[in-house]
């Protein structure tokens, strides 16, 4: 399946690739940091900020655009999207920014171009909730949080 999504350059985003899958088999594609090449981006501990990215959306009406971790990022620096996964509507037309928070222990440097997340493309539905006296039971009924074991 494949679907064409506009995409607006801004002028800081010049010279930056654009979001791209990194293999084939890829869902997401990688956003690059477009902060200024002359300029620290430092992201201390226990901090969060708002990272651009140089470009803006067009997305069709139907889908969304989800802003998700980088695993490694994650995995080796304790960087992550605060607000995973963050959501860009078909009706938004701004910079994509993206929410990073630093949960690691030692300040993390931040690099003009640097992949810091990764956009998934993705289709939704318009739903219609229906108020109800009831809901029909289920074998799990109304366990929640752990309640299905570790």
């Not at 030692?106 to 992949?115: C, H, N, T, V």
Request: aromatic share 4%; hydrophobic share 45%; net charge neutral.
């Amino acid at each position: 399946m494949s679907l064409t999504v506009s995409l607006r350059r801004l002028p800081h985003g010049a010279g930056l690739p654009l979001p791209a899958a990194a293999t084939p088999g890829a869902a997401g594609l990688d956003l690059h940091a477009a902060v200024p090449a002359e300029t620290q981006f430092v992201l201390a501990p226990m901090r969060r900020a708002l990272v651009p990215t140089g470009f803006c959306l067009h997305l069709p009406q139907g889908f969304e655009a989800q802003v998700r971790p980088r695993s490694g990022l994650a995995w080796r620096h304790g960087i992550t999207v605060l607000n995973a996964p963050g959501t860009v509507d078909a009706d938004y037309r701004g910079e994509v920014m993206v929410l990073l928070v630093h949960l690691g222990s030692e300040a993390f440097s931040i690099a003009r171009g640097d992949r810091i997340a990764q956009l998934v493309i993705a289709p939704i539905l318009s739903v219609s909730l229906v108020e109800t006296d009831e809901v029909e039971g289920s074998a799990r009924g109304t366990g929640g949080f752990g309640s299905t074991g570790l």
